[in-house]
């Protein structure tokens, strides 16, 4: 099975660097950083139009900045490792990072940078540019706050559940004889902590 994913984000949106040291994360009130240790990925797609079939991507991180009072004014920037994609087969997770899918060579992230936060009731509209396998697409996908706590520091959760076509980043292969589903559904949990 191939593929992908996505971002995703569960979101809460961010900036990232694949290495959390490299990121120049804000220290202001209302800024966050990717616990990656806390936080998933996860993707499903209908394999042989049967079965949903899931895999992880097993780093993730980024930078957010909001202030619940004033989401307008609010950014987030994600990044997620093409190599760190794991569905407990070698030889699949070799393929997804090949041309027919990432091709993580040419294109070692996926990255969401938002343009656009809005307040939808208790949740956040978050729209941005997502890109991967070498190919940017605006998405608007509904974030929730799931919770807030104190552990080692001030801590926030968030989540989202969002779908996207793989077609649209040029992944291609198993749509025409459904092999594998073009649609992806992307689970993001983001675990936020300030920067220190």
């Given at each position: 099975?191939?593929i992908?994913?996505?971002?995703?984000f569960?979101?809460a949106?961010f900036t990232l660097?694949?290495?959390?040291?490299a990121l120049?994360?804000p220290?202001?009130?209302?800024?966050w950083v990717v616990?990656?240790?806390?936080s998933?990925?996860?993707?499903?797609?209908?394999h042989a139009?049967?079965?949903?079939?899931?895999?992880?991507?097993?780093?993730?991180?980024?930078?957010?900045?909001?202030?619940?009072?004033k989401?307008e004014?609010?950014s987030?920037?994600?990044v997620?490792p093409v190599a760190?994609?794991d569905?407990n087969?070698?030889?699949?997770?070799?393929h997804?990072?090949?041309a027919?899918?990432?091709?993580?060579?040419?294109?070692p992230?996926?990255?969401?940078t938002?343009?656009k936060?809005?307040a939808k009731g208790?949740?956040?509209?978050?729209?941005?540019?997502l890109?991967?396998a070498?190919?940017t697409?605006?998405?608007t996908i509904d974030?929730e706050?799931?919770?807030?706590g104190e552990f080692y520091g001030?801590r926030?959760?968030?989540t989202?559940?969002f779908?996207?076509?793989?077609?649209d980043?040029?992944?291609?292969y198993?749509?025409?004889?459904?092999?594998?589903?073009d649609a992806i559904?992307?689970?993001v949990?983001?675990?936020?902590i300030?920067?220190?």
């Amino acid at each position: 099975m191939k593929i992908f994913l996505l971002l995703p984000f569960s979101l809460a949106l961010f900036t990232l660097p694949t290495q959390p040291g490299a990121l120049a994360a804000p220290r202001g009130e209302h800024d966050w950083v990717v616990d990656p240790v806390h936080s998933s990925v996860v993707f499903k797609v209908k394999h042989a139009n049967a079965a949903w079939f899931k895999g992880t991507f097993d780093e993730i991180a980024g930078t957010v900045s909001l202030d619940p009072t004033k989401p307008e004014a609010g950014s987030v920037k994600l990044v997620i490792p093409v190599a760190s994609v794991d569905t407990n087969d070698k030889k699949r997770d070799d393929h997804l990072k090949a041309a027919d899918f990432f091709n993580y060579k040419e294109n070692p992230e996926i990255t969401f940078t938002s343009t656009k936060i809005a307040a939808k009731g208790d949740a956040l509209a978050v729209t941005g540019d997502l890109s991967m396998a070498g190919k940017t697409k605006s998405i608007t996908i509904d974030v929730e706050k799931v919770g807030e706590g104190e552990f080692y520091g001030k801590r926030v959760g968030y989540t989202t559940t969002f779908t996207i076509q793989r077609s649209d980043f040029g992944m291609t292969y198993g749509v025409e004889n459904n092999a594998l589903g073009d649609a992806i559904t992307l689970m993001v949990d983001l675990e936020l902590i300030q920067p220190k």
